[in-house]
């Protein structure tokens, strides 16, 4: 009789942790549905073209000016803002940022080029004609990434938000959560405007993610995982030598560029050989 009694309420109790598991997933799915963020798309794309890129650029910012690319270099006593030729990876301007400066992201807005540092709290101005410093502005957070819509700049700071500013005075005009089907996104890093998109980076993760910026939804993916490797002509045994910058600080992907003429994007990576030209299918 125990051993009857027993069997029943062990049953019991499962039927009951099962109407309850029942009932929890119910409850998420329906949180899901009422957020409406559906998973994010995967989107395809093929490799077009690769040109040179210097292997001691560790890449933080990346944008196209003027049929040149504009590159924005990190680390302490390395950080530099420079023009590179397309085609044959040479630097035809540099400027060289201080020795505390950790530089990061960079875009141009109205002739004005905008370069982020790290944790100096100071967002660099240039002239776009000739990066002639013309002063800089005072940043409260981290500076990540930075691009721009047609009238506001757009910041990340390495957490799952963006800042949309005003050019002018980097006054904060709004904040924009990210996120996807599995909940907030974090560690966003180098952004590019394309085609009333925002596409980002993801720092340590080999993807760049394309973000509706009227929700903050992630609306697809572009899968990079070992990117590089299969579809570099370099020799990349430089990337992994002990006690170099590329193991110490990571050779990862990140560098978007983008030009609407052309409708030609570009990626690339901190250290990188080369620069790909990338179809999106």
Request: charged share 20%; aromatic share 10%.
């Amino acid at each position: 009789m125990n051993t009857l009694r027993n069997s029943i309420t062990i049953a019991a109790l499962l039927l009951l942790y099962g109407c309850a598991e029942s009932s929890q997933q119910t409850d998420a799915s329906s949180n899901q549905t009422q957020e409406g963020i559906q998973e994010p798309a995967s989107v395809g794309f093929s490799v077009v073209n690769s040109y040179p890129h210097d292997t001691a650029a560790f890449t933080q910012g990346f944008e196209i000016h003027d049929g040149k690319f504009i590159e924005s270099t990190g680390l302490l006593k390395r950080s530099s803002l420079h023009y590179i030729d397309i085609k044959t990876g040479t630097v035809t301007l540099r400027v060289n940022n201080q020795n505390d400066v950790f530089a990061e992201g960079v875009t141009i807005f109205n002739d004005t080029v905008y370069q982020l540092s790290w944790q100096n709290h100071l967002v660099f101005l240039y002239r776009a004609s000739d990066l002639k410093p013309i002063g800089n502005l005072p940043w409260t957070g981290e500076g990540w990434g930075i691009t721009h819509d047609s009238t506001q700049l757009i910041i990340s700071e390495g957490s799952e938000k963006l800042y949309f500013v005003d050019p002018g005075t980097l006054k904060l005009r709004k904040v924009l959560s990210v996120s996807d089907n599995l909940g907030a996104v974090n560690n966003l890093n180098e952004l590019e405007m394309i085609d009333g998109f925002i596409y980002a980076n993801r720092w340590q993760y080999d993807y760049i993610l394309k973000i509706d910026p009227s929700s903050g939804h992630v609306v697809g993916r572009l899968n990079f995982q070992d990117f590089l490797e299969r579809n570099s002509k370099k020799d990349l045994s430089y990337l992994k030598k002990e006690g170099t910058i590329a193991v110490e600080s990571g050779a990862v992907l990140n560098g978007i560029a983008y030009d609407p003429k052309e409708k030609k994007l570009y990626i690339t990576g901190k250290l990188w050989p080369e620069v790909f030209e990338i179809r999106i299918n």
